[in-house]
């Protein structure tokens, strides 16, 4: 007689409707194998407020030999060592020698946000949105990616509390093979809207199906971590990193930063507090991540704010967490062999995650210790 299939217990393959891919979630049972290889270091847990020999630091002195200056509350300045470059003239397109050898030109600018002077502080700051506007109206740009490392482990470094914008002259290959999936899907004939908010031209979103679905089915268990008035984060049911979260508005469909309520832009800023602690909270450690924003490519003009037909809205704003600890503070999850070789991989069930993250407190471990 035939076993019933368990996706709680047995394993199997679970799609992304946003990039088309699949990840292979493992029997349980891989997570008792021993482990005898590479741990990290403990990640520092007590940092100063000021250090005088970092680079981010009110006051100091950057690698470049350019000065901070003194500031407050957050601060942006180009990137010192920026991965694109705003061109001295424009660039023509050469013939590639072969086909299979293509290439194209990429200008843009680099920037950074420090999110505060402290450097003991961790808690992302809302500046995001002006720096996304200013950059994304800027000729030739096509793309703005606002993102953050935290932790020596996923390449930050600097422990300063900081992250980065990239405005691209091309939209890069991960949001727009997110773009294509979100707008077949609102051109499907064969999706019928449903309760969940609506995108542009009253067609059905990808991500307000989707998370309707999740609030309206779980009811806070399962796969849900935090949810407030307007966001909720989620181990999304296709995460490939163990504690994988996607954050994203689920009132009414939400296009950019730019388009977000002084409400809602509270509700984003609350959101980020529970999951940042709960991750800390998880393993008693400085949590490790990078987190990105995926949205419009470019803002409105600020007439086109509520232009609901507006037909670059079909995008979501959401925002990808991808941490890389998996058992404890000490053992990262490594994407190798079979994940580059065959398909991304994870240990255990998103439900298996989401639930022990929502178990910890939403007060921060180093708060009950002092």
């Not at 990640?43 to 407050?72: I, T």
């Not at 994988?244 to 980020?272: C, F, G, M, Q, W």
Request: net charge negative; proline share 10%.
């Amino acid at each position: 007689m035939a076993e019933e299939f368990d996706p709680a217990i047995h394993s199997h393959r679970r799609y992304n409707p946003l990039t088309g891919e699949c990840v292979l979630v493992s029997d349980p049972r891989r997570m008792k194998h021993p482990w005898n290889g590479q741990v990290e270091p403990p990640q520092s847990v007590r940092l100063p407020e000021h250090d005088p020999n970092c680079y981010l630091c009110s006051g100091n002195q950057r690698a470049s030999g350019e000065h901070n200056g003194e500031y407050e509350h957050t601060k942006v300045f180009p990137n010192d060592y920026a991965s694109v470059l705003p061109p001295p003239h424009p660039l023509k397109r050469a013939a590639p020698p072969h086909p299979l050898l293509a290439s194209e030109p990429v200008v843009g600018a680099c920037d950074v946000l420090i999110f505060h002077p402290r450097h003991d502080l961790t808690l992302a700051r809302l500046s995001w949105i002006n720096i996304y506007k200013r950059r994304g109206r800027q000729e030739s740009i096509k793309y703005v990616q606002i993102f953050e490392n935290k932790g020596a482990m996923m390449g930050c470094s600097n422990p300063h509390p900081h992250g980065q914008i990239w405005a691209l002259s091309h939209i890069p290959t991960i949001a727009d093979t997110e773009l294509a999936s979100m707008t077949r899907y609102a051109v499907n004939p064969d999706v019928e809207p449903s309760e969940a908010p609506c995108g542009p031209f009253g067609r059905p979103c990808l991500l307000c199906e989707y998370i309707h679905f999740e609030l309206r089915v779980s009811k806070d268990q399962g796969r849900v971590v935090a949810r407030n008035e307007h966001f909720a984060a989620l181990v999304p049911w296709w995460a490939v990193w163990p504690f994988e979260l996607l954050v994203l508005p689920y009132h009414r469909h939400i296009p950019s930063l730019a388009h977000l309520t002084d409400d809602e832009k509270l509700s984003l800023a609350n959101v980020l507090s529970q999951v940042t602690k709960r991750y800390d909270n998880l393993f008693s450690c400085s949590f490790a991540y990078s987190m990105g924003i995926h949205q419009r490519p470019l803002p409105p003009r600020e007439e086109d704010i509520q232009n609901a037909d507006d037909a670059e809205n079909i995008t979501h704003l959401h925002l990808h967490f991808f941490p890389p600890l998996l058992r404890n503070a000490s053992v990262r999850k490594f994407l190798v062999g079979f994940e580059l070789m065959g398909e991304s991989q994870r240990d255990f069930t998103p439900e298996l995650a989401a639930q022990r993250l929502r178990a910890c407190s939403d007060v921060h471990y180093l708060d009950l210790l002092d």
